[in-house]
């Protein structure tokens, strides 16, 4: 595989090939954009950024003309803009990677990639189509990804962004805006999307590339724009001149201080164990699923994107068919078989797709705030003033004056939608609340006010479980991880023992990880002994894999404290040979690298009192060769 | 975003009323009324009220159970057929019961059949225009099976009493459409039942995750459809005194036409069973007006579909203008 350059060495900035000065774009009285800017330069990668509503996406589509802006001017290589349409600005190179991708479900990866050529006259050759597309993913290094007769409907969502790709280079794009591309990936995917876009980038094409994740703005973008309210209030500034807080700064127009601010819970603060889930199975994603939580607990479930977290959740609302597993509210178990059932057994759950799981558009704010206590309560009448006096209660929290309760909840921001949804449940007095993603499509500042309302309800004593896919905010949110792959629990753990990358490592696919087992179990029967693969800190290991006779007494996805084993001598002793344990036992640790230099934790191999020992460097030899192997 | 503006609080009530669908087609129906008596002069006399009244009630009381069915996102095309086959069910029950079992024993063949479309629908997630197409023409075909393909006369005399006994003036007809009207209207405003099957048509995974039984009440709607059509043919057959089996044909369209002109949206969620009466009013005033000024019933559908589109449209230019102002 070719290496590909990831900074790149532009010395004289090339000329502007996009340009927008004073665009405003009304619609009704709504003013979605006042005075905006952008400037996108070949090469390079300008971030657009904002809270939500503050405009980037009907930037980007006046940019790609899906729509027209009501006032401004854009240049285009030196020329003025005027796009009438998406196919004017495909004609003139500019593309758009959608949210929601533009592709058609029942075609062919290989009819969409080619879709604009289909509306074309004339006669097409599948076969020189055919021969492009498999160019261009070699180019995207995706060649395999792809099975090109696959329909798309059953693609993956880094598949069809793929594919979405392929289609705009298909047009030979110069320019390239990416909207929000990473919003429903998960961690390797984007890392993935990131080798595209550096490729891309050396490529010579401007790229624009829209988040509100400010961690991904730093590891892509060279320049940025930020937008606030549909005004630009900074524009084509170098990424690395800027700090996290500058950002949000301009996001928000105000300092926002630390988005997390970790509760004071003494160590014991936790009460009783409310909800317990053991060996939960829900085929084909949920395979076996183990977890608690205790009284006044943040807990986060986390893991990638597919790893069978929401299916999880679902199956135990009764959403899903289970095939296995146990419910214990209080130690005693439960049968929850529907929704109605979980209700009343105490459980809150919100969801993940707030548009097509938790908001009923044609009832008002009210209407949506009363449904899940309507949903707990058995009586025939609607029930709507028994909870006259928490609602008010609730509403003077939120902030929402009660005479806007009778509008349509469509007409609020994502994030004050989210909240009336988790004030939903709140209203039925749960025990135990479930919220899945509760902060996807919910801009900077609204999200420290949801952290806060959980914060809240943990402090009144509220076993809280949070699914997030964003491990900063599973770490910044959460007292204990527990970590999910391919629908198994894998790691329990305190979150102050973890960091992102430990749960990247953690969360990793059971396909690759499983190789690394095969390692385990390879060196462990060749040598005898017991073979492990951990993450070491400063006071901490945590073990991920281990296989043969158990001798270090480490427990694949639970944390050790370094000093009750040997690992830091055995590590001090690195490079030189197996060290003697007190009991006899003898262990080697080999430190272990992925091919661009990321630590990947530590291999040991510790063996009993009268082995024969090998040669360290056979063992280091095969860690090599596992982890330099092509993936 | 835009979040709403506040409006002030003594006029927001008047506001929202005005702004309402109901009132519009309150206005339509008003204006329709004026027109009507302008152009004859028998419309607006009390004896032809009572007979627009009397003309609503079988379409009205079916419109009742189409409205319900509509309102979780479905649609009953076999409302027609079951009037007929409960008809002819419940004149050849009442050659051997009497009235008082008969009866019951006709409403509860139109509720078995509305469940098992509803079965059908919300347990094996088969589309309710399909299921509700193949029930229609099974229940054509059976009545014309079990009538022996002739109409059935010889009912007990004593039926009539249904449709003309009154009180304070009112024919028991024309009451207890009303009091059906009266009855639907709180369910659906004031009970939890009436509230999920709004917030099933409106998004029926949303309502099912907050705990709603979704289940029973995408059913029901179908068995108070079914069981409402066999009500309105006991007040047919009290007054013509005979049952055909083609009776009810094309009802199915008057009363989704009632519906929707009353507002409710063929996806659900959204109408009332406010408009739906509006909407059975209109469409039974611009019938009578026309018979009245000596137009050829032919000419009917052509007036009675020219509405049903302009109103749509005009709903549509209006939302579109307020969505831009």
Not at chain 1, 301 to 313: D, Q, Y
Not at chain 2, 151 to 174: H, K, M, R
Request: aromatic fraction near 6%.
């Amino acid at each position: 595989m070719v290496e590909v350059q990831s900074s790149h060495d532009i010395t004289a900035r090339a000329e502007p090939l996009l340009t927008a000065r004073g665009v405003s774009k009304h619609f009704g009285k709504t003013h979605a954009l006042v005075d905006a800017a952008l400037t996108l330069r070949p090469g390079e990668v300008t971030g657009l950024l904002g809270a939500n509503g503050a405009g980037k996406s009907t930037l980007s589509r006046i940019a790609s003309g899906h729509i027209q802006p009501t006032d401004g001017e854009l240049t285009f290589d030196g020329a003025p803009l005027e796009l009438s349409s998406t196919r004017d600005a495909l004609r003139q190179g500019i593309a758009l990677v959608a949210q929601e991708t533009s592709l058609a479900p029942d075609l062919s990866v290989l009819e969409n990639v080619f879709l604009p050529d289909l509306a074309n006259p004339g006669h097409l050759s599948f076969r020189a189509m055919r021969a492009r597309a498999t160019d261009l993913l070699a180019d995207l290094g995706h060649e395999h990804a792809l099975p090109l007769d696959a329909e798309v409907r059953t693609l993956s969502a880094a598949q069809r962004q793929l594919v979405e790709i392929a289609k705009a280079l298909a047009l030979d794009a110069r320019l390239v805006i990416f909207d929000e591309p990473t919003a429903s990936l998960s961690a390797t995917e984007v890392d993935r999307l990131f080798d595209i876009v550096d490729r891309l980038r050396a490529g010579g094409r401007a790229l624009a590339f829209v988040s509100h994740r400010l961690e991904e703005v730093f590891a892509i973008t060279d320049r940025v724009t930020i937008l606030r309210e549909g005004q630009a209030v900074c524009e084509d500034v170098a990424t690395s001149s800027l700090t996290q807080g500058d950002i949000i700064q301009h996001m928000v127009g105000r300092d926002l201080g630390a988005i997390y601010t970790k509760r004071d819970v003494a160590p014991d603060a936790a009460g009783d164990t409310v909800f317990e889930v053991r060996g939960l199975k829900a085929t084909p994603w949920v395979r076996d699923m183990s977890f608690s939580v205790r009284a006044g607990e943040i807990m986060g479930l986390g893991g990638l994107v597919g790893a069978g977290r929401s299916e999880a959740m679902e199956a135990i609302w009764g959403l899903r068919g289970r095939q296995a597993g146990d419910i214990l509210i209080h130690g005693k178990p439960v049968n929850l078989r529907k929704p109605a059932d979980a209700v009343r057994a105490g459980i809150g759950f919100v969801p993940e797709d707030r548009r097509a799981q938790n908001i009923v558009p044609d009832l008002s704010v009210r209407e949506n705030l009363l449904i899940a206590q309507m949903g707990q309560h058995k009586g025939f009448l609607r029930g709507y003033g028994r909870k006259a006096e928490e609602t008010a209660a609730l509403l003077a929290d939120l902030g929402l004056p009660a005479d806007r309760l009778d509008t349509s909840l469509l007409n609020y921001s994502g994030g004050m939608q989210q909240k009336i949804i988790i004030a939903r449940w709140l209203l039925t007095a749960p025990e135990i609340l479930i919220l899945d993603e509760p902060t996807k499509g919910v801009d900077i500042g609204t999200r420290s006010s949801i952290y806060r309302l959980l914060q809240d309800a943990a402090d009144a004593g509220l076993a809280v479980i949070v699914i997030s896919s964003d491990f900063e905010e599973l770490l910044g949110l959460a007292e204990r991880i527990v970590v999910v792959s391919d629908g198994v629990t894998i790691a329990d753990l305190p979150a102050e023992l973890l960091t992102e990358e430990k749960l990247t490592l953690l969360a990793a696919p059971r396909t690759s990880t499983e190789r690394n087992q095969a390692v385990l179990s390879d060196i462990s029967a060749a040598h005898g002994g017991d073979a492990f693969w951990i993450l070491l800190d400063k006071e901490e290991t945590i073990c991920l894999a281990q296989a043969g006779e158990q001798l270090s007494g480490l427990v694949p996805g639970q944390a050790a404290a370094a000093h009750e084993t040997r690992i830091p001598q055995a590590i001090s002793a690195l490079g030189a040979d197996f060290i003697a344990e007190d009991n006899g036992h003898r262990t080697l640790m080999t430190q272990m690298t992925d091919r661009r230099g990321h630590d990947l934790g530590w291999i040991g191999l510790t063996l009993p009192e009268n082995a024969d020992v090998p040669e360290p460097a056979d063992i280091r030899a095969r860690v090599h060769n596992l982890t330099h192997l092509e993936t | 975003m835009a979040e709403p503006t506040s409006a002030a609080n003594g006029s927001a009530l008047a506001a929202k009323v005005f702004r309402s669908l109901e009132f519009r087609m309150l206005c339509l129906a008003l204006l329709l009324a004026v027109v009507l008596s302008f152009a004859s002069p028998f419309f607006l006399t009390e004896r032809n009220i009572f007979n627009i009244l009397d003309q609503s009630v079988v379409i009205g009381i079916v419109a009742v159970g189409m409205t319900f069915v509509i309102l979780t996102g479905g649609i009953d095309l076999s409302v027609g057929a079951v009037f007929g086959l409960t008809g002819i069910i419940l004149a050849q029950a009442l050659q051997i019961m009497p009235i008082p079992i008969a009866i019951p024993l006709a409403i509860l063949s139109g509720a078995g059949i509305g469940l098992f479309s509803g079965i059908l629908i919300a347990v094996f997630g088969l589309a309710p225009f399909v299921v509700t197409l193949g029930v229609m023409a099974i229940g054509r075909s059976l009545s014309f099976i079990f009538s022996g393909q002739r109409s059935i006369s010889g009912l007990p005399p004593e039926l009539d009493s249904i449709v003309y006994s009154t009180f304070l003036g009112i024919p028991a007809n024309v009451l207890f459409l009303i009091g059906l009207y009266l009855l639907a209207w709180g369910y659906l405003t004031y009970t939890k039942g009436g509230r999920t099957i709004y917030a099933i048509g409106s998004n029926h995974e949303a309502a099912r995750a907050a705990g709603l039984s979704t289940l029973f009440y995408s059913i029901m709607p179908y068995v108070v459809s079914g069981a409402l059509a066999a009500v309105a043919v006991t007040f047919s057959l009290a007054q013509i005194m005979s049952a055909d089996p083609l009776a009810g044909n094309q009802l199915e369209l008057d009363a989704i036409a009632a519906v929707v002109i009353g507002g409710a949206s063929l996806y659900g969620g959204r109408g009332s069973i406010i408009g739906t009466l509006l909407g059975v009013l209109i469409m039974v005033m611009i019938r009578n007006g026309l018979n009245l000024m000596g137009v050829s019933p032919f000419w009917q559908g052509t007036a009675i579909g020219s509405i049903i589109i302009l109103a749509l449209l005009a709903e549509r230019l209006i939302n579109w203008r307020s969505a831009r102002a």
